[in-house]
């Protein structure tokens, strides 16, 4: 999971949890579990929110979600839900259920553990309150929520659909949370078993797929359904907000999002102490921003800021020279950072301190937007954010193809699409099994023909 804007404090509205059993007329009605949800705006909360949204403006479906209460990225729970164990939020024509769970201010294995036992236990014993749904679609990376969802599906006979943004199992293994080697492949055997009880399952990138089918998912199960640019450009010019931000003749590197075990921020901290004339710009929060903070005492060329509102994101972003992402040198095939798809908006150049062979690499590679450099190596991230100075015309050129890529490939509406295809084909397969009619929704187009006679998203 990648950064993306912060937010302000929002107004909660809570509604009574009396939502009608039985539908009205012939509306369909749609579940997404996903512990992440709006207000936050790092990560998968947005993505979870545009689909939801979607669906209930474009579908015009009746569209139910069932959340944890906001807490990403600062791991710390939005003081508007303080004492609040459940609640249900009306957001955009949307109900929100909120259930309350554990939140983990240090990240281990055992915490992290708690976290998803407290998401399946409170999920568990208070299901939200809904009539019987036309299909239940998952967010994961959260275990619980894939078992919930998959619960939920089961026990009203409909699809289930897990959208995989990060693969758990990978995860406790690759990040470096402590304890994670010991529970990987209990991890990994849970994930495993919610996937194949999927009737499709979507990945957001290729580099998963290899992955999945280890867990036992048939490959003509699985859809790619990439994740999409959800922020706007910059509006204002890059000279108006350097100056604000102070970057005025500096040379800025910026890392947006969320300051985690897996990005392994240490490196940025450590070009900045290489390079003096380097300008480091770390804004965000998370688990481990306390830590990078001791580390770079005494270091006048790196500056934390906080999480920038949305409507100001992109114009932050804009501002830099070079935009960072990094992961550790072990983090290879379990995520792909969703700050990517805002990066190439902000049309700046890209430099990815990340492994080669992983799916942030391929999304630089395919792009042509940046640099990439050996993972967990200073001077070489220092290096490459020297030649970025150099030649500014380069520079600029990099950026102008990060965003054309992004407008050709990661518009929101064909990712919203993707994912509305992806449900459509499991509802039509489980109807069409079930010797049901075949109902769409208004506006809905059956996908391409698969070689194998169905209709479906290609994978």
């Known amino acids: 999971m990648g950064g993306e804007p912060g937010h302000r404090p929002q107004p909660v509205y809570t509604v009574p949890v009396t939502e009608p059993e039985s ?12 512990t992440n949800y709006a207000p936050e705006q790092a990560g998968i909360g947005p993505y979870a929110t545009q689909v939801a949204e979607h669906w209930a403006a474009d579908r015009g479906a009746e569209v139910h979600v069932l959340a944890g209460i906001p807490h990403y990225p600062s791991w710390r729970p939005d003081p508007s839900y303080r004492g609040r164990w459940r609640a249900t939020d009306e957001r955009s024509g949307v109900l929100v259920h909120r259930r309350r769970h554990t939140v983990p201010r240090r990240q281990t294995a055992v915490r992290r553990a708690l976290y998803e036992a407290s998401i399946l236990t409170h999920g568990l014993v208070a299901p939200p309150r809904m009539g019987r749904p036309d299909a239940v679609l998952a967010q994961m990376p959260s275990l619980a929520g894939g078992v919930l969802a998959a619960r939920i599906a089961r026990r009203h006979a409909v699809p289930f659909v897990p959208v995989v943004q990060d693969l758990m199992g990978a995860a406790a293994a690759q990040s470096g949370i402590t304890g994670g080697g ?24 290729e580099t998963f797929r290899e992955r999945v089918h280890a867990l036992g998912v048939p490959d003509h199960k699985v859809r790619l ?12 010019t890059r000279e108006e907000t350097r100056e604000r931000l102070g970057w005025t003749g500096r040379t800025v590197l910026l890392h947006a999002g969320n300051m ?51 409507g100001d994101f992109t114009d932050v972003l804009a501002a830099a020279d070079g935009l960072v992402v990094t992961q550790r040198a072990s983090v290879l095939d379990m995520s792909v950072p969703s700050k990517l798809t805002s990066y190439f908006m902000a049309a700046r150049p890209v430099i990815a301190s990340v492994a080669p062979d992983g799916g942030t690499a391929q999304e630089v590679r395919r792009s042509d937007a940046g640099w990439l450099v ?29 965003f054309d890529y992004a407008r050709a490939h990661l518009g929101r509406e064909a990712g919203l699409g993707r994912i509305s295809a992806l449900l459509d084909e499991a509802i039509s397969e489980h109807r069409a099994t079930a010797g049901r009619p075949v109902l769409r929704a208004p506006g809905a187009q059956p996908g391409p023909a698969r070689p194998n006679g169905r209709k479906g998203n290609p994978s």
């Open 260 to 310: 985690g075990l897996k990005q392994g921020l240490e490196v940025l901290v450590e070009a900045a102490r290489l390079h003096p004339a380097l300008h480091v710009a770390l804004m965000g929060d998370g688990s481990r921003r306390a830590h990078l903070t001791a580390l770079a005492a005494g270091l006048p060329n790196v500056q934390f800021l906080p999480p920038a509102d949305s």
């Open 23 to 34: 539908r009205r007329g012939d509306r369909e009605r749609l579940l997404l579990v996903s």
């Open 182 to 205: 010991r529970v990987a492949g209990a991890a990994a055997a849970l994930e495993g078993r919610v996937l194949r009880a999927a009737a499709l399952v979507g990945i957001i990138h």
């Open 374 to 402: 050996p993972p967990e190596d200073p001077a070489a991230l220092a290096a490459a954010a020297a030649e970025l100075a150099e030649d500014p015309a380069v520079a600029t050129a990099l950026g102008a193809r990060g």
């Open 225 to 236: 359904v990439p994740n999409w640019s959800h922020v706007a450009p910059a509006g204002d």
